[in-house]
């Protein structure tokens, strides 16, 4: 078990690196001043997804290639870089441990982390966070813990290390949404909601602190191939009737709608799953808005519906929301506004 993800530590300058399913986003920013950024460098590149997928000498090459054309039109200067753990390839958890140091905690970690984590330690990385203490049991604290797979963090900072780059940090994708996404100064309990290609990231906040991480086997894709079915259409063509008519029940007929409203339930049923199992364990707590990115952000009346179906009030949240930005920088962000919250949150990172 190796504990050197630095995944809560924070650190100088630096710029943020998210590799998606089919794009890379690097964001730079500065503090403005509190609870405010200023946007110094961004860049996105669309990738085939095979290339990201691959582990082929040729494909790494290939995304190589496209990490160095980003980072350079984005007119980054930095090499140290944070870099995303997508939910994926790692797995968060919130326990629950006596109140003790932190060398007691590390020790008593490195015995009972296999409890709570799926994977051998010895195949492990692992880090941890203490959230504060517990809301039931004032004996008590709560730890974030977070591990991914050994190999595959290695792989990925040393393919970023060979071009030249440093990585000072790796963090799962749910907790840096947690940054860019909540409102400034965050009271209360939240609900972080990010749809993305193939797999959807729920957090349960309370204040600014993660309390509930979930990652769900279904994304964008899930709807776009219940509409290829029910419809009979291509791809390409599903894509875009799920991005340009949503939910809307006046559009073609309401047909779209009609065709993703299985997979819809299930989706709803898994966050309503989440709003109980949070509400059970902090009973004082009550969810007072859940905010969606990722292509949340951008599916016509999704807001409505999962406002609708959980009685909870649903708005679509900008991941730039804190960051100050001239007017040709939001032009070049406009397209993929929604696909940052990871790579926004991640560049959010301070001393913690």
Known sequence: MKSNMNIFKGMGEYFALDIGTKSI???????????????????????DPKIIASDSPESRKKLGNALMSTIGQAGIHTKDVAVGLPSTKTFTTIIEM????????????????????????????????????SPNNAKKQEVLLASTAQNYVEGL???????????????????????SLLPANATGAH??????????????????????????????????S????????????????????????DRLEGQVFRAIEGVLDNFVSEIVKSIKFFQNKYATESISSIHL??????IPNLAEYIGSK????TQV???????????????????????????VGLAQREAE
Do not use: C
């Open 25 to 47: 986003r690097v964001v730079q920013l500065s503090k403005a001043t509190e609870g405010r950024w200023k946007l110094e460098h961004v860049g996105y590149t669309g990738l």
């Open 98 to 133: 006596a109140v003790m140091s932190d060398s007691e905690l590390r020790s008593t970690l490195k015995y009972q982390a296999d409890q709570y984590i799926p994977m051998p330690l010895d195949d492990a990385k692992i880090d941890w966070t203490v959230l504060g203490p």
């Open 157 to 179: 900072i040393e393919s970023i290390d060979s071009l030249g780059f440093n990585v000072i940090a790796a963090e799962p994708d749910p907790i840096a949404l947690t940054r």
């Open 191 to 224: 609900v972080i909601l990010d749809i993305g290609e193939l797999s959807t990231d729920i957090v349960v906040t309370i204040g600014e602190r993660p309390v509930l991480v979930r990652t769900l086997p279904m994304g964008i894709k899930a709807l776009v």
């Open 226 to 249: 219940a509409i290829v079915q029910n419809l009979n259409i291509k791809e390409d063509q599903a894509t875009q009737f799920v991005l340009k008519f949503g939910l809307a029940p």
């Open 293 to 298: 990115s990722g292509y949340a952000g951008v």
């Open 310 to 313: 959980t009685q909870v009030a």
């Open 317 to 343: 949240t900008s991941p730039w929301q804190k960051v100050n930005m001239s007017d040709t920088d939001r032009q070049k962000i406009l397209a993929t506004e929604f696909e940052f919250a990871t790579a």
